[in-house]
């Protein structure tokens, strides 16, 4: 698993340099609307069925007020629509990290 080595916001992007050496780059909408939480994504019960992950999908002018790195596998941003609950596995950041323009 790659690590990141240093997270800065540059405006309303944030870059994150990886251990290999790989530089990312994230709009706040775009870490936003791609947020692992339960509330953004919804989870299933034991019975399958599913619950939450039926909010908005954009997140038009929404910004990263601040970030905590959770122990050694993620990180925790804080956005200024309050949303704080997702955690950004490293794994699922090298992967969005793909899918971004």
């Keep these: 698993m ?10 309303n992007e944030v870059a994150i ?17 791609n947020s692992p939480s339960a509330e953004n994504i919804g989870e299933r019960d034991i019975l399958g ?4 992950g039926d909010g908005p999908r954009q997140f038009p002018g929404v910004t ?6 959770v122990g050694t596998y993620a990180v925790r941003f804080e ?4 949303h704080r609950t997702g955690l ?6 090298r992967e969005l990290a793909k899918r971004h323009p």
């Design 64 to 69: 990263v007020l601040g970030w905590e790195v």
């Design 88 to 93: 950004y596995s490293f794994d699922y950041l």
């Design 49 to 52: 069925n599913q619950y939450g």
């Design 79 to 82: 956005f200024s629509d309050r």
């Design 17 to 33: 340099l990886w251990d290999d050496g790989a530089e990312s780059y994230f709009p706040a909408e775009f870490l936003r609307a």
């Design 2 to 11: 790659q690590r990141p080595t240093n997270i800065q916001l540059i405006g």
